[in-house]
């Protein structure tokens, strides 16, 4: 009995590695480049607990400045764009062609010709909160192109990009940091196990 759930326990653990592993080589081979010329220097990472819910992108500190260049990770296009005095405030999602979307938030402007579009959507629409879906054929970017300039806009309380990297189909938050080599980042913080929890 003890051997058999010993077994179990083992079994489990490598299949979870295994899982993780695998998931992880793929996100790395998704070959995205980093939304800002900045190393990941991080006030906020993935998953941590916030008062409602779990932060579902990483933080990315910009030198306490606003202005910072924020470039598309990937090819793709510009599938909705925001303006909101609260949340994301300025945000910025890119749907890629190889099944993930990019998430670009609290931002001070947008980038030459989206500012313009947004800027005339003001008007248009006579509000100055925006939630809007645009099809690919407004805005395709190409990786590295400059999309905005990073900021402080919505529920945020001091300057940096909100980056997220999120599954296309599922919408699920996926860590960002899963897609970039370890030395894109700096990391402080030793990992820490709360819990584990074992089925068998
Ligand atoms: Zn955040």
């Given at each position: 009995m003890f051997l058999s759930k010993n077994y179990c326990i083992t079994f489990t653990a490598y299949c979870l590695l295994f899982t993780a592993y695998s998931f992880s080589q793929e996100y790395r081979n998704s070959g995205f480049s980093k939304p800002?010329?900045?190393?990941?220097?991080?006030a906020g990472s993935f998953g941590e607990p916030r008062k409602d819910h779990f932060h579902s992108g990483i933080d990315i500190k910009t030198?306490?400045?606003?202005g910072e260049p924020v470039f598309a990770i990937g090819d793709g296009y510009i599938s909705r764009i925001k303006v909101s005095p609260y949340g994301y405030g300025k945000v910025i999602y890119i749907t890629h062609t190889n099944g993930f979307t990019s998430v670009y938030a609290h931002l001070s402007t947008f980038y030459g010709a989206i500012e313009k579009y947004i800027h005339s959507q003001h008007y248009v629409q006579q509000k100055s909160e925006l939630d809007l879906t645009l099809d690919a054929t407004i805005f395709p970017v190409k990786q590295k192109d400059t999309i905005a300039f990073s900021g402080n806009t919505?529920?945020?309380?001091?300057?940096h990009l909100h980056f997220e990297i999120r599954n296309t189909k599922t919408e699920h938050a996926l860590n960002p940091l899963d897609f970039y080599p370890k030395e894109f980042y700096v990391d402080t913080i030793p990992p820490q196990i709360n819990k584990v929890k074992i089925y068998c």
């Open positions: 800002v010329n900045l190393p990941f220097n991080l030198n306490g400045v606003e919505g529920g945020s309380t001091a300057p």
